[in-house]
């Protein structure tokens, strides 16, 4: 069957030089920059700089234990070995502040 056309080198053109795009070199593709939190803000457990639902989600697989102070509990934002209502309350009493969005805010704290 013909074409008309070298298929073989269509593709490779398209191959090495990409579909209307020009190639470059993989030197020159530098990765995203990822923004570093500057605060620190009670109740936000994966440092994500808001106090958001992934820090619930934190304290609920935490939730009721007890390390009896062996080791540190995922959860535990007050420090006292046990995750419970008081962490929760801690994050409820910050929740939705973002420290990026809004570095005034007093619970916001400089690191
Ligand atoms: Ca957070
Ligand atoms: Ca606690």
Sequence with gaps: MDFGFDGGTAIGALL???WGHESTPDAAIAPPEIPV???TIE???DDNCAVTIGDVEIL???WLED???LFDLDGDVNGDCVVNMVDF???ANHWMIDCAVVPVDLACVSI
């Design 60 to 62: 609920a697989c935490g």
């Design 37 to 39: 939190c500057q605060f």
């Design 67 to 69: 390390s009896g102070c």
């Design 89 to 91: 309350s801690l994050i």
């Design 16 to 18: 090495v030089h990409g």
């Design 43 to 45: 109740g936000d457990l």
